[in-house]
Structures are given as C-alpha cells and as structure tokens.
C-alpha cells in the first residue's frame, strides 16, 4: 500500500538528496538495540495490557508530556497555563490506558484516518468556547469561513507532505513489522532477548513470552504465534514500518496547530475525550470504567499518537521517534507556505 506516494508532488517540501528528510539509521536486527530494547520495550507493553493487573498510572497532563521533540523525556506540565491551577491527577489503570490508547489512535479502516483525525482535532480545538480566530494567536479575529481556510490549507498540506516523506521513507528502508521482528527472534529461541520486566521465560524446554490472545488476552504464548492486540481483520498495515505515519502526520499537524493558534495548548489549557465503558471493540471485556484521555497540547496529543502503535504492536520505538523528527520539518515548512499564500507572496 502506498508503493508510489514518494513520488506525489509535495506541498512544501523539496528533494535535497535520498530523502525529502533525512530520517537517520533505519532499525535493523543487526543493531544491538533491537534486542536489548526495542523488542523488550514491545513486549513489556503488551504484557502490561493485561485487564487482570491492578497496576494504575498518572495519565494526566501533570504526569504526561512535554517531551522535547523525537524523545520521551516529558515529566508533564506544572500548571495550566489558562488557569494557573495545576492539573489534577487522572489515576486509570495501566491496562485500560494501553488498550485505550492503541485503538483511540488506530485510525484504520471505516475510521476518519490519522490525517482525518488531526482534522477533527482542529475543529474542536476552534469551536472551543473561549478559542479567538487570531492568526498566530495576534491581530484581528477573523470570521469563521476565513480561518477555517487557511487553517485547512496549512493543516492538510503539512499532512499531504507528510505522507509522501513518510512513504518515501517507508519504501527505501523497507523495514520488519513487529509481528515480523518476534517471530523471527523466536525462531531463534528469543536470542539475545534482554528480558528485565518478566515478559520472556522458559517453560517446558521452550521460551513463551507474555503476549495477546484474542481468545484469553494477555498470558504467555509461543511467540512464534505472537501477534499485535489489534483486531483480527485489521493486524498489521501493508507496507514497511520504519517510519511510523501516525507519529510523522501526528507531528506536523501538531506544528501547524502551534503555529497558527499561537499557542502550543489546547483552548482552555486541556483537550479531553472520555472513551466509556464497552467502548473497546478488541475486547469489550476490559475498560469497565471510563477513561478520560487528557492532552495539554497539541505536541502531548501527537506524542501519544505515535506512542500508542507500540501499545498495540504495531511499531518499535525507532519508528516513532524519527516520524516525529520528520514529522516536524515537514509541519514547519508547510505552514512557513501557507502563511506565503496567505499574504499573496507565494508563486
């Protein structure tokens, strides 16, 4: 899918060499780092998807984000800057937030797609109540026919771009899925598998791993049969997974949010959306409380964007964190065009 989308005609960006934007080394099974982290780091996540554990966690805008850009570095935000007031705790529990999370960001098929879903994100982010139509966050209020023009202009060039730099990619590296990466190591006996947080062990003679079955949830498993908590019909996407999509349109769309509100929060300081008990559709037997998904800004929403296709097996680490790198050129250079258009000085 998308064999040929690096050779559309871009927005904003041009061609300066290999790529429109360098990722940097793609992951390979020949780095140490696969083994030693990535594949663990996969692994320890979807074993915490387990509905059974009464492991909870922070997930408020205090506890979460902030990251600078292509780390998890973030320790949260002291204060909203709309209130003054801290953030409050929002104290779920850590299954419910992995499982949440992979299928509120999923975006597949019948879904608005990741690029539609920065769309419906921009749209609440200006139909909140104390939100000004201020190019910038400065000058006149413009109507709401206007902004909404230049907003679509600069918000789905960026996420026309980042498609092709992230396909561009994609077909050069042509990299493993994790459902790939697994079972390959398995049929290594998990090799060199750095197991520090209980996800790998040997059981008659064979390693398991703790993994998703869709018939039990989370319990170990031959990883030769692992598989992503994804619905049946929908697994794994068809195409390479080095860089992930979600992390670089998620990224450039967050830039030119920034960039054209003036602010990098949300109206109001907070975005929530509470996703309600049985909402899940990979297993309705979990998530019995609602749980408020919260982001101070639009960086903390785009962040969780590409962190939850590792909840849901879909990328390892290094995917997400260079779609976000590219993700943010390509968002700064779409909206440094538009603004051209919209003062009547582009070509």
Do not use: C
């Not at 290999?18 to 979807?46: E, F, T």
């Not at 509120?104 to 609440?124: I, K, Q």
């Not at 396909?167 to 990299?175: G, H, L």
């Not at 408020?292 to 849901?312: C, E, H, N, P, V």
């Amino acid at each position: 899918m998308g064999a040929h989308r690096g050779a559309v005609k871009p927005f904003a960006m041009t061609r300066r060499g290999r790529y429109y934007h360098d990722p940097g080394p793609a992951p390979s099974l020949n780095d140490p780092q696969m083994r030693a982290r990535w594949i663990p780091d996969l692994l320890r996540r979807q074993s915490q998807l387990d509905d059974r554990s009464g492991t909870t966690t922070d997930i408020s805008p205090a506890a979460l984000g902030n990251n600078t850009p292509g780390r998890n570095d973030g320790a949260g935000h002291a204060l909203n800057p709309a209130t003054g007031l801290p953030y409050p705790p929002n104290v779920v529990r850590l299954a419910d937030y992995g499982r949440v999370i992979a299928e509120y960001w999923a975006d597949g098929p019948r879904a608005e797609t990741p690029p539609g879903h920065w769309n419906v994100l921009a749209n609440a982010a200006a139909d909140a109540p104390t939100f000004q139509r201020r190019l910038g966050g400065r000058g006149p209020e413009l109507g709401r026919l206007e902004w909404d023009l230049k907003m679509y202009l600069a918000l789905n060039g960026a996420l026309h771009d980042a498609a092709i730099a992230a396909w561009d990619v994609k077909r050069q590296t042509d990299t493993a899925r994790p459902i790939s990466l697994v079972r390959f190591v398995a049929t290594q006996g998990m090799r060199g598998i750095q197991d520090e947080v209980d996800v790998l062990e040997e059981r008659g003679g064979k390693a398991m791993v703790r993994g998703w079955s869709a018939a039990a949830g989370v319990q170990w498993i031959d990883p030769l049969r692992w598989v992503p908590y994804q619905a049946a019909s929908f697994v794994s996407p068809a195409f390479p997974g080095f860089v992930s999509g979600h992390s670089t349109f998620s990224r450039a769309a967050a830039e030119v949010l920034t960039d054209l509100t003036g602010s990098a929060f949300f109206p109001g300081g907070l975005h929530e959306i509470t996703v309600r008990p049985g909402a899940l559709l990979i297993d309705r037997t979990s998530n019995t409380v609602p749980v408020r998904l919260q982001w101070a800004t639009y960086f903390d929403a785009a962040d969780q964007a590409g962190q939850s296709r590792i909840w849901g097996g879909i990328h390892i680490e290094p995917d997400d964190l260079a779609g976000r790198r590219i993700g943010q050129q390509v968002g700064l250079d779409a909206v440094a065009l538009a603004r051209r258009y919209f003062t009547g000085q582009a070509p």
